[in-house]
Structures are given as C-alpha cells and as structure tokens.
C-alpha cells in the first residue's frame, strides 16, 4: 500500500516512523519548505506522548536533546503560588515530560525517517496543493516544486495523510469554505534565551495577570561551562475587543512589550533579563480552528494541527499530533481496508481532539490565573481565601483526563499496540 504525507512536520514525522513501525513500506513524506531547519523555540512532549514515542525506540534519543521536567506552576503576576502539581515521573507517570527544542524534535525525526524508510523518503521543495479521489479507490495527489525542471506534478497513492500544518492545503480542499484560521485577540512574543537554570531547573512557570501571561520553561538540564541552560520562554497579551486582527502581528515595543512584565520574578526567575538577553524574539497572532465534523474522506485523512489547531494551552499541540500519529498506524495496522481504517481512526481520535480545542479557547488550564486575577488582582495572603484546592484541583485533573495525561491513562498500555517494546534507558519505571 502507498502512503503519501503532507507535510514533515512533527506530525508527519511521527507518522511515517508508526506506520513503518506496523509493516507499512511504502510511505513518502512531501514537505513544502526546500530544507528541513529547525525552526521555532520549545514544545512539550507530555509523558503519554513520550510513551508512544518509546514504543517507536526514539525516546532514550529525544530524552538526551531536552529536558526532563519535574513541575508545573501557575502563579499569578507577583510570582505567588496559586497551583503547583508535579510532573512527568516526579507525578508518578511511568514516563517523563519532555521540553526540547522544535528544530531538535523535527530534526531527531526526520534523521530517524531516512534512517528507517530511506534516504529518499522525505522530499522537500515539494507543496501539496490538492488532490483528487480516484474512481476505484486511491487519490491523485498534486504537487509544486519550485526548483527542478517539473514544476507540477501528480502523484498516486492508496492513502494521503494531510499533515501539512495550520493552513493545510489538504484540509482546504475537504473544507473549501473554511477561510483563514480564528485568531483569538491574543498577541504572543517568544524567545529563547540562555540562563541560569531558575527554581531546580526543571520546572516550567506560567504566571499572569489577566491580560498578560508568560510560560517559562528550560529546553536543557545540565548547565554549559557558563552555567547556563536554553530557556524556552513566551509572553502573551490579549487585545482588547475590538482591535483584533490577524494581520494585527504585533512588534517589540508594541503596546507595553516587553515593559509590562519586566518587574515580573518568580523565585529566582527574572523575566527582564530572559527577554533583554534572548537571542531573538519573534511575535505573531494566536491562532486555532474550529472543530471539524470529519476528518476522514475515504483515502484521505487529516492529523495534527492540520485536523485540530489549537490555541496553545496545556503545551499540547505536539503531544496530540504524535498520538494521532500513532492511532493512525494502529488503525491501518488492524484493518483490512484503508478506508475503514481510516474511519476508525477519526472515531478514535476526533472527538476528543474537538473538546480539546474548545477547552483550550476557554484557555485550558490556565484558566485559573484568570479567576484567581479577577478576584485577587493585588495578589493575596494565602490562595485557599481567593479559590479553594478542590477547584484547583479540579480545574487541573479534567484537563489532564481531556489530554490524555492523566498519570492512570499514561500508566495503561499503549491503546495503540506496542511493535517495538521499549528497550531503551526511558522506560517503564
Ligand atoms: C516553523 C514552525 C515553528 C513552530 N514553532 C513552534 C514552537 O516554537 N512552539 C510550539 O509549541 N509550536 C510550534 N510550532 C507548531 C508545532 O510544531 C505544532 O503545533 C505541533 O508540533 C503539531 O505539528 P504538525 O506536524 O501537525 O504541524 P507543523 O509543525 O505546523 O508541521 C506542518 C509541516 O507541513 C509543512 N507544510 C505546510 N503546508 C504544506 C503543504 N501544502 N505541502 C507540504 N508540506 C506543507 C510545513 O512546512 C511543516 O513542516 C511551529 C510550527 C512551525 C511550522
């Protein structure tokens, strides 16, 4: 059988490595930029994540290039504890939470693809811009180069795995009408900066004030001869009603960037000196999707941010496109028919891929810096007189259950099988 993936993302990454995990040969990822770089700054890959990435034999690999964190923080903009929950093994999952770089990610994958499948399993400089189901079964892909003497060109395949990102061009032509991506009013600069490890150096900080909210966390844990570690680090502002625009990307300088937190500590952590000494900050507009009906049409499928872009809540985004990736081997794996197995993996994994992002446009998590500003926006004395633990508490597991991070669902086995059982130095505990 004849799989073609859009996009070498972390998505399409992932999933060309699981579906020749299950046998599948034949599989050639096309991705539209003419060289892989290792763009972006950090991601998150929570302990489920991690989990199906030991069964494909790459977490020992994955662990060495970020850090392995132990806590998760929210607090409000004074850097006073409202909620604080261990994380990955320290929280009792069998597997770590993983912060490493984007590029780091994209690059370890890809080197494990052409290792696997071939030298020539991922084309680059090669845009999907549609397709065509074909009467008997299959699709006809078509494909832009911008190089090279044929500019167009078309391609058949049994099955077309549309992971081609936020502006997918498969999930255009399912929804022709869908239009630009939802942007929330929010406004986010990121960066990564080298620093003194802060509070243990394995732990990742959210803290805010209402409006403005930054997430912190190190991409290493072993300081270099200066004693520092990268650190991933993004400040978000939401616009008030009214301005929002897409195109409205903002600019350092813009609007209180980046004056408005820098007396922001928590602990030892100073946001001033992050973004003063960040090698390079970019900015741009938060955006998602809505919920789609369906992410399967016959031979052609939708995964990762492609099917479900979410507003980056909960540091899931990565994590979800690896479990898609994943379901969607398993699926192939354990039916006869791509086409059923296709449905299967929609039923599998689109409707909690729909509440997800409707929870992460309520703001996920994260949504107690908001309660607790509202109610306390001076700061407090002791959190339980502003909102009690239970509703913390409560506010913290549903999330987790949403995600799928919930130390029981991460502790069961694999719903996807397990090819390869892990044998590497991230494993079960
Ligand atoms: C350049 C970049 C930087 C990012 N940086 C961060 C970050 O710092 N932090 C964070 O949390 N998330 C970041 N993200 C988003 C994050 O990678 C995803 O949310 C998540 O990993 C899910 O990945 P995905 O594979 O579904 O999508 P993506 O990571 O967006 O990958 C999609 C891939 O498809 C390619 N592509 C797009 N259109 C086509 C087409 N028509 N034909 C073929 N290929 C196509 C893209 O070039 C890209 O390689 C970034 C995404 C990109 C593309």
Known sequence: MKFLIAGAGIGGLTAALSLHSVGMRDVRVLEAVPEIRPLGAGVNLLPNAVRELAALELAENLAARGADLTELGYYNHLGQEIWREPRGRAGGSRWPQLALHRGALQTALADSVRARLGNTAITTDARVTGFTPLPGGGVEVSVAHRAGDRPTERIRADVLVGADGLRSAVRQTLYPQEGEPSFNGTAVWRGVTRSAPFLGGRAMVVMGDGRWKAVVYPLAVHPDADGLVPVNWAV????????????????????????????????????????????????????DRDPVPRWSFG??????????????????????????????????????????????????????????QLLNR?????????LVHERAPDGFGRVE?????????????????????????????????SPNRPRTAVRER
């Open 385 to 417: 007189d502003v909102v009690s633990a239970d509703r913390l508490a409560q506010v913290a597991g549903a999330y987790a259950r949403a995600a799928g991070f919930d130390v029981p669902s991460v502790n069961a086995p694999s719903p996807y099988g």
């Open 299 to 356: 031979a052609v499928t939708l995964l990762g941010d492609a099917a479900h872009a979410m507003a980056p809540m909960g540091s899931n985004a990565t994590t979800q496109a690896v479990l898609d990736a994943r379901s969607l081997a398993h699926a192939l794996a354990t039916h006869d028919d791509p086409i059923t197995a296709l449905a299967a993996y929609d039923r599998d994994r689109r409707p909690r891929m729909n509440r997800l």
């Open 362 to 370: 309520a703001k996920g998590p994260e949504v107690v810096i908001d």
């Open 236 to 287: 978000s502002r939401t616009v008030p009603e009214g301005l929002p625009s897409p195109d409205a990307a903002p600019a350092a300088g813009d609007d209180g960037f980046p004056a408005a937190v820098a007396g922001w500590r928590c602990g030892d952590l100073r946001m001033a000196a992050l973004v003063a000494d960040s090698e390079a900050v970019a900015s741009f507009p938060m955006l």
